[in-house]
């Protein structure tokens, strides 16, 4: 409450809330630091925004996520998440 800019903090307390399964106030977290122009830890803030969705069942929020991270970067973590939630999604 502090420091609400301050990237470190935001992220490590994102992750504090995604492990202890807050994933509404988690996803609050990485939303807040996506907004943050100087955040040195953007690529790990959307894999974990991805996370908090697909944690709490938001399958197609988690997969919207995930297809911009694998076609970004060509993550092949990304896609190994996206062919599992279509291999059992169909």
Not at 20 to 31: C, H, I, L, V, W
Not at 58 to 66: L, P, Q, R, T, V
Request: hydrophobic letters at 30%; proline letters at 2%.
């Amino acid at each position: 409450k502090d420091k609400p800019k301050d990237v470190p903090t935001l992220f490590y307390c994102g992750i504090s809330l995604l492990e202890t399964e807050k994933y509404k106030d988690a996803r609050q977290k990485f939303s807040k630091l996506l907004k943050i122009e100087n955040n040195i830890f953007r690529e790990q803030t959307e894999w974990y925004l991805g996370l908090t969705y697909l944690k709490s069942y938001d399958i197609n929020k988690a997969m919207e996520i995930f297809d911009k991270i694998s076609e970004e970067d060509d993550n092949n973590e990304a896609k190994k998440i996206m062919r599992r939630i279509k291999k059992v999604s169909n």
